[in-house]
């Protein structure tokens, strides 16, 4: 396993850590969901660099996809609006216009990339 997906893995575990100190819920269940959509994207990863086995079938990985999906769009909502242009002077929108998305594609790229080399394995086998 490269060095910069390790990091990446350390990366996405301290994010789901810091996405519960930010939010205003901290409730069991909400801890446990945002850790374990954490650990199912680091798993995504790990599969990948074959650190742990590929599942028998596709439906482990499409369930763990959406359970990811599910807790980052739907559960997550609020903090969007904690993240808008409004908390920024007017002097830096423009910047953060094209900062954010940047580091947004940045930051999610690889895992895009990974996740659907895990998919391709199984509907493509070599």
Not at 12 to 21: D, N, S, W
Not at 39 to 53: E, T, V
Request: no cysteine; net charge positive; glycine share 4%.
């Amino acid at each position: 396993m490269p060095l910069w997906a390790v990091f990446y893995v350390i990366s996405l575990i301290l994010g789901a850590v810091f996405t519960i100190y930010i939010s205003q819920r901290r409730s069991p269940v909400y801890m446990a969901g945002q850790m374990a959509s954490g650990l199912f994207a680091s798993a995504f990863m790990l599969i990948y660099y074959d650190q742990i086995p590929y599942p028998h079938t596709v439906t482990t990985p499409l369930l763990m996809l959406l359970f990811i999906l599910f807790q980052e769009i739907w559960v997550n909502r609020e903090l969007y609006n904690m993240l808008s242009l409004k908390n920024f002077p007017k002097t830096t929108h423009r910047l953060m216009l094209i900062a954010v998305p940047l580091l947004s594609v940045s930051y999610i790229g690889p895992l895009v990339w990974i996740v659907s080399q895990v998919f391709k394995h199984y509907f493509l086998p070599v």
